[in-house]
């Protein structure tokens, strides 16, 4: 069954240092969802595409993230600067078209601000 | 606005064991419930789901039916497995808005 892919699978890093995570939804899947999911609670939504476009990023804090799908294929969401507070799992999520449809997880970027 | 919520975990349970994790909802209108599930090491994969009241979601021996009058979708399984330890999520959507999550509340089965 086809899969999402995310990248790295874990990343460290000090405060302050930039850091990018990447994920490719399932081939054919129009919408994309970016998530944070932080120890102990369930995932919340950052950002969602519908193709290339962004479609709701009203709980992306757009001072320090931001995230990119400039084909309307793979993703790119990016922390600069990185505050210890950002320490969390990272989900990407596609589905075939809108809000509603089943999801589809990747396995998500573990990330640790030092 | 749209929320879920769900009791508190962990829950520790013995092999055949019956397992009933509660969830309540606030939306607006009629949304879809879904109950998502996190293995060890893995991403969220879809469990069940119904999308109108009274509707029953069933999967790998677990249920859930939609209850409008309670606003409730608890998960149940007659006899869970060491296989079923992980996460649980119940979520929903209103319609044409992404998934709201709950908490997740972490089963654990012992032989």
């Known amino acids: 069954e086809a899969e999402v892919a995310q990248s790295p699978r874990y990343k460290i890093t000090e405060k302050s240092q930039a850091v990018a995570f990447w994920c490719d939804p399932i081939?054919?899947?129009?919408?994309l969802y970016w998530y944070r999911q932080i120890l102990g609670q369930g995932p919340e939504l950052l950002v969602q595409?519908?193709?290339?476009?962004?479609?709701?990023d009203s709980q992306l804090p757009k001072d320090r993230f931001s995230a990119e799908r400039l084909k309307g294929v793979d993703s790119t969401l990016k922390i600069q600067p990185a505050e210890l507070g950002d320490s969390a799992m990272y989900l990407c999520?596609?589905?075939?078209?809108?809000?509603?449809?089943?999801?589809?997880f990747g396995s998500g970027t573990q990330l640790s601000v030092l | 606005g749209n929320s879920v919520t769900q009791m508190e975990g962990p829950v520790t349970l013995s092999e055949e064991a019956f397992l009933t994790i509660n969830c309540t909802y606030t939306?607006?209108?009629?949304?879809?419930l879904f109950w998502y599930v996190q293995y060890p090491g893995e991403g969220l994969q879809l469990l069940l789901k119904?999308?109108?009241?009274?509707d029953k979601g069933s999967n790998k021996g677990f249920e859930a039916t939609y209850r409008k009058e309670t606003t409730s979708f608890h998960l149940e399984k007659g006899s869970v497995q060491v296989s079923d330890s992980a996460v649980y999520f119940c979520?929903?959507?209103?319609?044409?808005?992404?998934?709201?999550f709950g908490k997740g509340t972490r089963l654990s089965v012992i032989a």
């Open positions: 081939s054919g899947h129009a919408t």
């Open positions: 979520a929903l959507t209103p319609g044409n808005t992404p998934l709201v």
């Open positions: 595409f519908q193709d290339e476009s962004v479609v709701d």
């Open positions: 939306a607006t209108g009629y949304p879809s």
């Open positions: 119904a999308t109108k009241a009274d």
């Open positions: 999520a596609s589905s075939e078209q809108g809000a509603g449809e089943k999801l589809f």
